[in-house]
């Protein structure tokens, strides 16, 4: 479920306690319905979530949430570049699906990317 938090430094912080619930999020563009089975998986920092499907997705990640990070772990395709920018960008790490990293590398650098957009202070969302 959705809830309208308080708003600080210009950024909403919104609770979304079940995944099962789309919740829908206000964008410069417009309100938003975001994928299926988003969710805080460390409130106000990582989030999990299904295959965001447009820029309009990605929109309402970066203004709604901060999330300044996506974190594409699927073997298809990474998403088009064209839905980047203005603070957010995609850490393509193809993984085979339903499979862990295909290395301890692979796993050792994507952990890299979280740790790093941390200490940056940004979000992240991590799909597969």
């Known amino acids: ?4 938090g308080m708003t600080r430094g210009g950024l909403r912080y919104v609770v979304l306690t079940n ?3 789309r919740a829908v999020v206000a964008t410069s563009a417009g309100d938003v319905t975001l994928m299926r089975n988003t969710s805080w998986l460390v409130p106000n920092w990582l989030l999990g979530g299904s295959t965001p499907k447009s820029e309009g997705h990605v929109r309402a990640l970066r203004e ?6 996506v974190l594409t772990l699927t073997e298809e395709e990474p ?3 064209t839905w980047f920018g203005g603070g ?3 850490f393509f790490a193809p993984v085979p699906n339903t499979l862990p ?7 050792h650098g994507i952990i890299a990317e979280l740790e790093g957009e941390a200490a940056a ?8």
């Open 1 to 4: 479920a959705l809830s309208r």
């Open 88 to 90: 957010t960008r995609n």
């Open 79 to 81: 998403l088009p570049q």
């Open 64 to 69: 709604a949430l901060g999330v300044t990070l």
């Open 101 to 107: 990293p295909v290395s301890m590398e692979q796993a």
């Open 121 to 128: 202070g940004g979000r992240a969302l991590v799909h597969c």
């Open 19 to 21: 995944p099962r619930e």
